[in-house]
């Protein structure tokens, strides 16, 4: 695996393997887990060329302390990458990606503005300008992202049929440890206690998700179930529950399936965000 920091090396590195065939693109902002891996290694079956990128977007982080807490650990991700197989790592201190008197945005609309949007003002903007820069750097055949940030995979998959980007966005399943928790870079923020708190968010989405397999058609009744659960949490401070419609992401009277059920909690010092997808009546989880 090649290591780069300059956009030079990384024109460079797709010039020399061209011949290698498609192009598939992992970004993200570091500190890698086993979703990370999932991702690197779905890229790998499918492409010819794997790269990834670690970048600490500033412009999607709405805290500034937020950016500067973010755990990071290049060499102990490199090596992770290397062995999932990994043909490129891109990782840019900031001013390679925005020069200085930067002022081009992309700005994605109604789909960035309910859920995290709300709670997060300009993130979506930083999200959709860094990923639609790091397909003008790459040209991609493909990019992989997780669908643990639903929003975002749908925010990215808009801009990318507004903006005619020649690249397939690829989703991939959220991996969870085996209390249900979420994969995340933030876990690493989590005390032992919080830790075992953190639970409470798949333990809540799935008390909704049993609700509506029982029968349950109300998405206020499968929105108090979530905020029940998590009241039960002493450490859990919920920012939102959500049971939303997954093209528009506008919340929804009455549950369907293929609705997202979806929250924000902070735990500690760890915002964290999940979700499920409704399944079919009697089918499997989402
Ligand atoms: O999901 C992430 O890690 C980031 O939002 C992304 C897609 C790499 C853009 O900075």
Known sequence: MRIVESLAETRAWLAETRAAGELGLVPTMGYLHEGHLSLLRRARAENGRVAATIFANPAQFDKPEDLASYPRDIPRDAAMLREAGCDLLLAPPPGEIYLPGHQTWVEVGDLAAPLEGAHR??????????????????????????????????????????????????????????????????????????????????????????????????????????????????????????????????????????????????????????????????????
């Open 121 to 286: 003002p300009g993130h979506f903007r930083g999200v959709a300008t860094v990923v639609l820069k790091l397909f003008g750097i790459f040209q991609p055949d493909r990019a992989y992202f997780g669908q643990k940030d639903a929003q975002q995979l749908a925010v990215i998959r808009r801009m990318v049929r507004d903006l005619n980007q020649p690249v397939e966005v690829v989703g991939c399943p959220t991996l969870r440890e085996p209390d249900g928790l979420a994969m995340s870079s933030r876990n690493a923020r989590l005390g032992p206690e919080e830790r075992a708190a953190a639970g409470v968010l798949f333990r809540a989405l799935s008390a909704a998700r049993a609700a509506w397999q029982a029968g349950e058609t109300e998405a206020e009744t499968l929105r108090r179930v979530m905020r029940s659960v998590l009241a039960g949490e002493p450490l859990a401070e919920p920012e939102y529950v959500s049971v939303a419609d997954p093209l528009t992401l506008t919340e929804l009277d009455r549950a369907e399936a293929g609705a997202i059920l979806s929250m924000a909690v902070n735990v500690g010092r760890a915002r964290l965000i999940d979700n499920l997808i409704l399944p079919p009546r009697g089918g499997a989880a989402g």
